[in-house]
């Protein structure tokens, strides 16, 4: 049981480091657009697919669900 968490929890933390980068990188891509959560479903699908193949996974079902909010950049760009 102890290996199977340990499993677990590795290929967890990479996929989550993988989306959370792959989602600032989207998030800050266009200067002059805000982004919108809900149009990230592609990305996720891709990054997903990617890491599944990497580890010889094989993608059963996922969901994505997003909403944007009042985003504001952390930093000093003009929209």
């Known amino acids: ?4 968490q340990a499993l ?3 290929y967890h933390d990479e996929l989550c480091k993988l989306l959370d980068r792959d989602f600032q990188d989207y998030a800050q ?12 479903d592609s990305n996720y ?3 997903l ?6 580890h010889g996974f ?10 944007t909010s009042d985003y504001e950049p952390n930093d000093n760009r003009r929209w």
């Open 1 to 4: 049981m102890v290996f199977q």
């Open 8 to 10: 677990y929890k590795k």
């Open 29 to 40: 891509a266009e200067d002059y657009y805000p982004p919108v959560g809900e149009d990230y």
């Open 45 to 47: 699908e891709c990054v």
């Open 49 to 54: 697919e990617e890491f599944c193949k990497k």
């Open 58 to 67: 094989e993608i059963i079902s996922y969901e994505c669900d997003g909403e």
